[in-house]
Every structure is written in C-alpha cells, then in structure tokens.
C-alpha cells in the first residue's frame, strides 16, 4: 500500500557543502519503510519542478517516528529541497519500489558498496541486516574525503573501508581496487551509486562468483510504473526501475 503524506521537517542540516540530511516526521507514525524502497518528494518552489523527485530511503527511526533522506542538492528540484525549513511540509509519496534482499542466516557476511550519494540507501540496510545477526561491511567510495557522507553512522552497523579517487582518505583509487575485495571473503554483495562503479562491482561479483545486486537510480518521473522513463534493460525484457526494481539482481541486467 502507498500513502500520500504531508511530512514535517523535523530537522535539515548540510553533512558536506553538497548534501543535506533532511528529517521528516508526522503527528501519526510513519508507514512500515524497508531498505531499498524510496520516496517519491514533490518540489513546488518553481513550475519546472512540479515533477516528483525519486529520493532513497536513507534511514527509518521507528522511536523517533523519523524518515531520513539524504539529498545531494545538485539540480534544481534538490536545492529547492537543501533550502527547506525546520516545521515545512513536504509532501510524500511513499513507500516505493522493491526492497534489498535480506540477511537469510545469522553470521552471513555481506558487503554493501556505495558510491557518492549512493551509499544513502545502504545505511538502513545494514542496521537491517546488523539487527538480523548478519555481518554487514561497508566499502564507501567518493572523490575526496569531504565527500564522504556518513561515516560515523555505518560505523555504527558494521566496518567501514573508504575509497577516495584523491587518497585523502582510506585507500586511494576506486571501491573495486579496496583490497578488502581481495582479502576477505564475501557471501553476497549489494551496491548502490554511480552505474560505472555498479557495473565494475557487478563484474567483480560475476567473476568471483558471487551474488550480487544493484539499487538502480535511472531517472524517474511518475514513479509508478505509467511513463516509461525509467525503464532498464533486462534479461526479461525492459523494465521499469520505479515499479520492478530499484533493486535488480545484476545478472538480470544487460550490463
Ligand atoms: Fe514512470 Fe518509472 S518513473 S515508469
């Protein structure tokens, strides 16, 4: 079931100069959100941002009845959204879209690769996965180590290993140079970020042999499967993003 919700910004700060963490609540709690789903925030501040925005869940607080989205305020539909108010309304709909796989056996360990902003998803995951006894490691990667989003909250869910393209901080190059992808032995992989690094992640996983999917983030408009914009190419046909994924098996995909 999707709901239509007038959310309350409980709190927005800028964690780097690019992305804001915005904090919705609500008088009523929340609707149940699993990692992986996204939300789909509506930006009115101009006419050519009447469209929907597509934003990934980034955090669930059941306690504290919180929805946390994590924006990089790079167009103009997001810094419409970076310019927003404690006590302002944004009007959501949620929740959307298929849902990571989760922990199937206690011990399981499970590598969850993000890139850029694209690790927003990955945060929920591995509490989720944590929670379920499972043994999530985070490998995180961004240009420089001011872009780096987060890090003190997975380090509370699992280990955290950085990749930065400057070697300002962790190991300098890619996520699919980190040596941990060599050293250590992974059950499953999940990933999130740019399509390069997902593509190059998915073919490290083929090769080993291990399984692996990807939370997709094509462009979207309606978000419900009706405009055909997002569509993905896939061993089953094209599919859309919004309504079949965004997370694919990534030996489903054409890539
Ligand atoms: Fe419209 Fe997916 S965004 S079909």
Redesign the pocket.
Known sequence: KKYILDLKVASIEYVNPKNVLIRLTDDKPLPEMLPGQFVEVRVDSSPSTFLRR?ISVHFFDRERNELWLLVAAIGEGTRALARLHVGDILNCVLPLGNTFTPASNPGERILLVGGGVGVAPLLYFGKQLKEAGAEPVFLLGARTASDLLQLSAFELYGRVCVTTEDGSAGEKGFVTNHSVLVSEHFDRISTCGPKPMMMAIAKFAHQASIPCEASLE??????????????EKTVEGNL????DGPVFDTNRLLW
């Open positions: 597509p094509n462009m979207m408009a309606c978000g419900v499967g009706a405009c055909l914009c997002c569509v859309c993003v919004c309504k």
